[in-house]
C-alpha cells in the first residue's frame, strides 16, 4: 500500500467501512493513524486506540473500562439471539465477578504441569500431521495442518470424542465471525446456527459428563461442572456458553498463530535463514531451542497479531491519551497497531525472530490476559518447530488467501509443496 492511499484510508477511518486493500494490508494505515490522530473519534462516536501506551492504560484500568457487552451487543445482535446470549455471557465479555469465577475454574486445569503434561500428546499428534504431509508431498498449510492442531488440544480439554470434533472448527469461524465490526447477514445467520448447533451438543456431552466426571486436574469441562471448593457453581447458561468460549478461544488465535508463522518464514527468508542457523546451533540442547522457537513464536505474534481488535467501554469520565472519555464511550483497542509502535518496539516494521524485549499484546494484558497463553505458546513452538524440522524447504505453490477480517488475522488457504 503506497503512503497516499494510507493517508486517504486513514483520514476517513471507520471500522464498519473498510476497504478491500485495508484488510490485504492494515498496517501502513496503522501507522498513519499512529502518528497523525493516535485516539480517533470514529462517525459512530467510539475512540479507535493504535498507540502500545494508551492500549496498557485501558487494560490496567479494568474498574473504569469493561468487558462487559451487554449494551454494545444489544443493537448488534438482537437480545433474542443466540449470538447475544452467547457473547454476554463468555468469560471474555464479562467483568467480575463471574469473570473471576470462571476464570479461576479454567486455570485450575491449564497449571504448568498439566500443560506440559500435554507436549507428548502435542508432539505425537503434529507428527502424525507431518507424516501425512510427507506421504502426500504437500498439501494446505491451513487446513492440513494449523487447523487440525487446536481443535484436537482443546477438544482434549473438554473431553470431546474424536467422532464428535467434525462440526468444531466450522461452528467457531462462524461464531467469531459474527464479531466483525459490521457483519454481514450471511455472518449473523451462521453465527446464530452455530450457537444453537454447539449448545444442542454440548448439553448431551455436560449430561454424560455428570454421569462420568473426568480428571478434575485435567479435564476443564469437569471442573466448570463441579465449581469451586467453597461450593459455588456457574448456572447451566454459563457453563455452557463458557465451554463454546473455550472452544473458539483456543481454535481460529492458535490456528492464526501457526499459519501466519509459517507463512511469515516464506516471506521472509533471511529470518527462515537465521531461524533454522540457530535452531542447529541449539543441537540437542532442548531448553535453548525451546528459548529460540519461543522468541520467535512471540515475534510471529508481535508482527501478525492473530487477533488484531479489543473493544471496552468506559464506566466513568476519564482521559486517554489526552483526549477526554465521557461514560458511556465504547473503544476499540488496535492491538495490531499497537504491537508495531516505534515507541514500545525497535524498528518495529523488521520481523526480528531474536527480539528478547517484546512487551507485545497479542495476549492482551491485565485481568483479562489470555488464560491458555502459556498453551498457545506451546502449540507455536512444536508445530512451527517440527515443520520446520522436517521441510527445511518447504514452498508456498500459490499466493495464499487471506481470511479478508479486521478482528482476527489470518488465511483461509496456504497450498504449499516439499521436496
Known amino acids: 500500500m503506497s503512503a497516499e492511499r494510507a493517508r486517504e484510508i486513514a483520514a476517513s477511518f471507520d471500522l464498519r467501512a473498510l476497504p478491500a486493500d485495508f484488510l490485504a494490508n492494515p498496517y501502513p494505515v496503522y501507522a498513519t493513524l499512529r502518528g497523525t490522530e493516535p485516539v480517533r473519534c470514529m462517525p459512530d462516536g467510539s475512540l479507535f486506540l493504535t498507540r502500545h501506551a494508551d492500549l ?22 438482537g437480545v433474542d439471539s443466540p449470538l447475544y446470549e452467547h457473547h454476554t455471557t463468555s468469560l471474555v465479555f464479562n467483568d467480575p465477578p463471574l469473570h473471576t469465577r470462571v476464570r479461576k475454574l479454567i486455570m485450575g486445569a491449564l497449571t504448568r504441569r498439566a500443560i506440559a503434561d500435554m507436549e507428548p500428546g502435542l508432539v505425537t499428534l503434529v507428527d502424525s500431521l507431518l507424516d501425512r504431509i510427507e506421504a502426500q508431498g504437500g498439501g494446505d498449510l491451513i487446513e492440513d495442518f494449523a487447523a487440525a492442531i487446536p481443535v484436537e ?55 454424560e459428563r455428570r454421569k462420568a466426571p473426568g480428571d478434575p486436574e485435567r479435564d476443564v469441562l469437569t471442573r466448570l461442572i463441579r465449581g469451586e471448593a467453597n461450593g459455588e457453581q456457574l448456572s447451566e447458561v454459563e457453563l455452557l456458553q463458557n465451554c463454546i468460549f473455550l472452544l473458539n478461544a483456543g481454535h481460529e488465535t492458535t490456528t492464526n498463530l501457526i499459519g501466519n508463522g509459517l507463512i511469515l518464514l516464506q516471506e521472509f527468508p533471511s529470518a527462515r535463514t537465521q531461524l533454522q542457523a540457530d535452531l542447529r546451533a541449539a543441537g540437542a540442547d532442548e531448553a535453548a531451542k525451546e528459548q529460540v522457537l519461543t522468541l520467535a513464536v512471540d515475534e510471529c505474534l508481535r508482527f501478525e497479531s492473530s487477533n488484531q481488535l479489543g473493544n471496552r467501554r468506559a464506566l466513568a469520565p476519564t482521559v486517554v491519551g489526552g483526549v477526554d ?12 497497531a499497537a504491537n508495531r509502535d516505534p515507541a514500545a518496539f525497535a524498528v518495529p516494521e523488521t520481523l526480528d525472530l531474536r527480539r528478547e524485549t517484546n512487551r507485545h499484546l497479542a495476549f492482551g494484558f491485565g485481568i483479562h490476559q489470555c488464560a491458555g497463553l502459556s498453551l498457545a505458546r506451546l502449540e507455536g513452538r512444536i508445530a512451527i518447530g517440527r515443520f520446520l524440522q522436517r521441510f527445511p524447504t518447504y514452498q508456498l505453490t500459490t499466493a495464499p488467501i487471506r481470511g479478508g477480517r479486521a478482528r482476527f488475522r489470518g488465511f483461509l488457504s496456504a497450498p504449499f509443496a516439499v521436496s
Not at 472519555?325 to 495490531?336: D, E, K, N, R, S
Open 153 to 207: 488440544i482443546i477438544g482434549n480439554l473438554l473431553g470431546v470424542p474424536h467422532a464428535d470434533r467434525g462440526p468444531l472448527r466450522d461452528w467457531s469461524l462462524a461464531i467469531l465471525g459474527a464479531l466483525e465490526p459490521v457483519p454481514t447477514p450471511e455472518q449473523h445467520a451462521a453465527g446464530n446456527r452455530s450457537v444453537t448447533e454447539m449448545l444442542d451438543y454440548l448439553r448431551t456431552l455436560v449430561a
Open 325 to 336: 472519555v465521557p461514560a458511556g464511550t465504547l473503544v476499540t483497542l488496535c492491538i495490531g
Open 56 to 77: 496498557m492504560a485501558v487494560y490496567r484500568d479494568a474498574a473504569v473500562f469493561s468487558s462487559d457487552k451487554h449494551v454494545e451487543f444489544a443493537p448488534k445482535y
